[in-house]
């Protein structure tokens, strides 16, 4: 099992930069390094799209392209913590924001750009960028 549990999120205007955070914690015998861990956001009345992804043990990250440029994820090992820096924000960028993971097997079928790929999800944390 894992379990996700982000923050960060708020009011920002356009142009200003938020950073996001999700504690990630494996349970029992499970570790995070069989994990792909990703970001996917959801506007009401859409799917939850995807937003960037990286494999727990590091590298083979990915973006979607309406953010490339503006987005990083990264994460910290030893915190187990998960991160987005959001610069350059935009209107469009105003959503829910979710944390969530998928195992290793699945990452590299490149099931990390669909929501329903993924097995496990944070609760979410509203980001609303004013224009």
């Known amino acids: 099992q894992v379990q996700l549990v982000e923050s960060g999120g708020g009011l920002v205007q356009a142009g200003d930069s938020l950073r996001l955070s999700c504690e990630c914690a494996a349970t029992g015998a499970t570790s995070l390094n069989g994990y792909g861990v990703g970001w996917l956001r959801q506007v009401p009345g859409k799917e939850r799209e995807f937003v960037a992804a990286m494999t727990w043990i590091g590298g083979n990250i990915h973006y979607a392209d309406s953010i490339k440029g503006r987005f990083t994820i990264s994460r910290d090992k030893p915190k187990k913590m998960l991160y987005l820096q959001m610069d350059n924000l935009k209107s469009d960028d105003t959503a829910m924001y979710y944390c969530?993971?998928?195992?290793?097997?699945?990452?590299?079928?490149?099931?990390?750009?669909?929501?329903?790929?993924?097995?496990?999800w944070g609760q979410g944390t509203q980001v609303t960028v004013s224009s």
């Open positions: 969530a993971a998928l195992a290793l097997d699945k990452y590299y079928r490149n099931s990390y750009t669909r929501h329903d790929g993924y097995e496990y």
